[in-house]
């Protein structure tokens, strides 16, 4: 809906300058400025632009200039006899001024969006004219719709560093996301019946794999498509964390019913919603009228309160955490006294996380509560395919080309991603993993393979969106370069890291931001009005929450200490936290820095150890690993000390492992693939003890391994005599990880068919022990899929000694 349009129907228009009163005067006397005079002023007073048209001969210039002026006479010209209000005299100015900066090029989509607009016009103001109210709302909704379309159905293809911003469909570039509720409350739709070969219990391999894949559901806790969540809730609070994709998901959803393909349960419902999207932050009142709406919406006042009349009404209201300080207290029970009024309409409000842990987050009575869900393993998957291919179709290649070299990009980064723990989380939410993708994109399709190096790279970018965020002028962030951007950021994680905090309340982070600023060269009064300027703005540094502050990642924090504690040399005050696994991350990430002495970290963590192996140990194993350089005397200290240990020999290396607990899993981990069969046993046994949720995907492969163990292995309290496949090992982990975590549940549920029968047959036997409704899952999924030799004759693997690498 235009101003055009809102200016025809609510009277001859409201200037605001007294230029814009005689003209509505004009207007009422029925003397209003011709289209031909309106197009005469703005191209008279159009400034002139040579390099637009850089290397045109002067008559091509003026061709193209007057073909753009009898256009936009034309586009005028099919609204119909009626006058121009001044909201279009300005639309029109700016859109003259556009395409002036273009040459007046022939092919300008404004134009022909224009000149659709206008013909779409034509309808409303006939009706009106007529006294047709039908009419005129019909005509208005699908000029609407086109026009909700075209504004939300692309989203930005964000960090590409090109000239232009990135824009793509939402059909190419979005993955759809999803929520969890209570299960009462959002309960997925059932799996339909497939045809299949009966076996002999009269249910097909498919129904049994569909009645698992439910069974996980039904564990899991409800995850639905946010989209399908309106089915069984009109009205939803949406709660996601910064940078979950909540704005977007709106977008999407209005795009859908602006398509007519979104469907609520509101009964009497015409299926076809007409979505007007609010953003909060917009709103200028605590009213949350049809006025109020309309103005936030860009819709016309009428057109929503007909749409709230006739039921027909789909708020989408983005950000409710986000309202002003004036309109905060006063919009909920505005909306709740208009939705009595309007009873018919469906809302979806998000907003983030409430500030207080366990405190539910406000909305109006009647809603449902949902949380936006991070992406799964797949879902990161199609987030990486989509978001390159958007990229390789930004630089106007062929589509062809484009989908082979996307495809490609993509399954590189894949690859690169579920090869790495520390990706993989960060790749769940949807900024993150596009700004995974940015990295991978501007490093030669490539990951930095050290963790230093990856959140250095990850940090410039979320930094750089930052730099070009729209500031106003004079911005108190905009006065700092981003390396002082980062150096100040590095000393609120660190002070945030030594408190074992992950959150502050906004008064401390101006606090603490205002003791730094100095350093930099900035008064500290600027530190609340950085605060203020970030508040809204996704980045390093993020509003977690109204008035609670938090990295975007804690790996962000952790990344940003190491760095500040490196910058200062202070490598006592990590030496002296190392048994403490809250400061484990930033000990190891230390050592990964240019300039750090690597050396040193990990001779003082020997050290700590005296002639033992304990934490110091295992996390100097885990600096070589991270440094850029450790002197070779060094390194082949720690694989001395830690070959006393790994894989285990007998129960007491067994429980010393069990007792240092995470901090020996990256070591456990890494020894896996060189030791023997019984050292595998021993390891994977002691992985699942830990609960060393990292080890899911190595331990994927021993699933399918039907290697036995010849001789006993190191376990608790006694060395375990009892032959065991590597399948069985491998079963015991998952049992283990699955009551803990629901992303290894889901891991080993894809990869269950394929396991050797002998981890099968441990997965019934444990069943007689402990019953479990995630192993029942497991089993009938696994029975669902064809059947597998026993691994009684399958190819024994090759013997290797009890100790080795």
Known sequence: MTAAVRQAKTGAGRGKAAAGAKRQAKVKAGAAESPEAVLDRIFAELPDNPQASDGLPEVVRKNRRGRARRRLLDALAARGPYPVPEGLHGELRALVERWGQKGFEDAFPEADAFEIRCAEERAVLDAAARGDEEARFAAAERAYRREVEARYGQIEIRGLQLSARVRQDLEIAYVPLHVEGPPEELRPAKPRKAAGKRQKDGATAVEEARAASAMLHVLERPRVLAAEALISHPRLLIVGEPGSGKSTLLAYLATRAARGELATSTPGRDPASIPFLVPVRALQQATASPEEIARAAGAEAWFVEAALRRGRALLLVDGLDEARTQVAGKLLPGLTAMLEDYPGTSVVVTSRPAAAPYQEETAPRGFGRARLLPMTRDEVGVFIDRWCLAAELSLNKPRGQAEIDARAAADDLKERVRASRAIEKLAQTPLLCSVICVVHRFMGQRIPERRVALYEAITNVLLYEWDRAKFAEGAAIGKLDAHAKRALLARLALSMHRARVAELPAEEVVKRLAAHLPDLGRPEEEAAAIVAEIRDRNGVLVERAPGSFAFSHLTFQEYLAAMELVNAHAYDELLRNHKDKWWHEVIVLSAGFPGAHADRIV??????????????????????????????????????????????????????????????????????????????????????????????????????????????????????NRSRTLAECAAFFMINIIQVSDTAFSVFFDAIPSADPSAIRYLRAFMDIARSDKLRALIARAEAAPAKPSSASAARSPRRAARSG
């Open 603 to 720: 001779l003082g963590l020997l050290g700590k150890d005296g002639e033992g192996v304990a934490e110091g140990t295992m996390l100097a194993a885990q600096c070589a690993e991270t440094a850029i350089e450790v002197r070779q005397a060094l390194r082949k200290e720690i694989e001395k000390r830690v070959a006393r240990l790994v894989p285990p020999a007998s129960p007491r290396e067994f429980q010393t492992l069990y007792n240092l607990g995470e901090v020996a899993g990256p070591v456990l981990l890494r020894s896996l693939d060189k030791a023997s069969t019984e050292g595998k046993a021993s390891i994977i046994m002691l992985l699942a003890h830990i609960e060393y949720e990292p080890a899911t995907r190595a331990i994927l492969k021993f699933l399918r391994d039907p290697s036995r163990t010849d001789r006993p292995f190191a376990s608790f309290v006694r060395m375990f």
